[in-house]
């Protein structure tokens, strides 16, 4: 089922954690699996923000093996050495669990090739690198997961996350969402749905290059937008595009940088409310998620099956 929410502040900046945070544990009915933020913050833009992973938090009904945190230590010092050869300088560094880290580094070469050779140690993925997205994923409610990372202070301009129940792949971190845009920089994918030409999709943009890390068919999404990105395309184009390239059934929400984006199909099966005003767009699989920030009296609407949005800050 899985729950999706996102808000969008034009022209200034709030406690988006904590909002994000509310209009999550909201849909915490729609998906106790875990959670995920994605989080445009106020840094500063002078460096890339890089949060990877060296293992799994382990859930239950997982068929990933404990493994002792010496062993994520060793791919922890592997990511370091792969990051000194790449020349990436690494101005700050934070443990967040034995298994994830946030790093903050200078970098001026080309994203897919870090990416690329920083993924090639076993069992490292980037969650995502940007100047301002701080993605964040793990095994819990939107309370728990919020809490682990201290995100309820994370000041910025917008957001988007997801409260997932595991359906079509297990219950582990690679599998939750949300989806970095690999190779782009502060971009992130977050699905409510399920697409039936996941396989198809994939076998094709897998032959052109792209990367998947998960067998997640929400991670299609991610995909498929960044490829054609790499192609030319606007976000919005990009999205546009996958209305047909994508089958199924889906709602689906997109976040760089400056805009906040949502796509929904054409048979318009998974629900979606919106709420906009001058200076604020907040949106969720149920009501229940807006009113969790705005409670006062408000109106929102269903956008239409087949429509695209895309909101700047």
Not at 7 to 28: P, T
């Amino acid at each position: 089922m899985c729950g999706i929410a996102g808000l969008i502040h034009r022209g200034k900046s709030s406690n988006v954690g904590e909002e994000l945070q509310h209009m999550l544990q909201a849909l915490k009915h729609r998906g106790p699996d875990s959670t995920g933020y994605a989080l445009y913050a106020d840094n500063d833009g002078q460096n890339f923000i890089l949060r990877f992973k060296v293992g799994e938090n382990v859930g239950e009904g997982s068929t990933s093996v404990n493994e002792d945190e010496s062993v994520y230590n060793e791919r922890k010092k592997a990511v370091d050495k792969k990051l000194s050869e790449l020349g990436a300088l690494v101005v700050k560094e934070e443990k967040l669990t034995p298994y994830s880290y946030r790093y903050e580094i200078k970098f001026d070469k080309d994203l897919m090739d870090f990416s690329k050779t920083i993924e090639s140690i076993q069992s490292v993925e980037i969650l995502s690198i940007g100047k301002s997205l701080e993605l964040i994923k793990d095994l819990g409610d939107a309370t728990v997961v919020s809490e682990r990372y201290g995100l309820s202070k994370v000041q910025g301009t917008h957001g988007i996350g997801h409260a997932r129940m595991a359906t079509e792949s297990g219950v582990d971190i690679k599998s939750a969402h949300p989806f970095w845009g690999y190779p782009f920089a502060d971009v992130s994918v977050v699905h409510n749905g399920q697409l039936t030409n996941y396989w198809n999709n994939r076998r094709v943009l897998e032959n052109k290059g792209m990367r998947f890390m998960s067998e997640c068919d929400s991670e299609l999404i991610a995909v498929f937008l960044a490829e054609r990105m790499r192609k030319g395309a606007t976000l919005e184009e990009g999205m546009k595009e996958s209305l047909t390239g994508l089958d199924g059934v889906f709602t689906y929400f997109v976040a760089t940088k400056d805009s906040l984006g949502m796509a929904k199909d054409t048979m318009a099966a998974k629900p979606l409310v919106l709420y906009e005003s001058d200076d604020l767009v907040a949106m969720g699989s149920e009501e229940i998620a807006i009113r969790s920030i705005l409670p006062q009296e408000i109106d929102t609407y269903d956008p239409f099956d087949g429509e695209v949005k895309v909101w700047q800050t």
